[in-house]
């Protein structure tokens, strides 16, 4: 797990599925909680459900997860300058909390991208 941070602020997580079990590793108060799972087959969790608890939240946490192919990513402060690149693959993650990003596929690439919802159309180019 590597930490992205500008001024102070989190901008984001670089994370990897690398260790068994269940393996959170974003802060409660975070808007997008990520966690890894890797369980060896057979594992069972038990039933469950989660109490419907109303959330607020003032930002949109995104996350990204590639299954395979090559990402890199840039990711910008608030004040819109570049302040770090960097590169995920199969197996790993990216979670943007803050600033803002560019996306540059390197190979052909299957991933998933995740963010809290409801979905609004917020999107702001520059």
């Known amino acids: 797990m590597v930490k992205i941070t500008h001024n102070a602020e989190l ?37 469950h459900y989660h109490k419907p608890i109303r959330r607020i939240t003032g930002n949109l946490g995104e996350a990204i997860v590639v299954i395979d192919g090559k990402i890199r990513i840039s990711i910008f402060g608030k004040n819109k300058k570049l302040v770090r690149k960097i590169i995920i693959k199969s197996g790993e993650g990216f979670v943007l ?27 702001v180019d520059f």
């Open 11 to 47: 901008l984001g997580i670089k994370f990897n599925i690398s260790k068994k079990g269940f393996r959170s590793f974003t802060e409660e108060k975070l808007s997008l909680q990520i966690s890894t799972v890797l369980f060896p087959g057979g594992t069972t969790i038990d039933p």
């Open 97 to 123: 909390y803050a600033g803002g990003h560019k996306l540059e596929f390197l190979e052909t690439t299957r991933a998933f991208e995740l963010k809290n919802g409801p979905f609004i159309f917020d999107r």
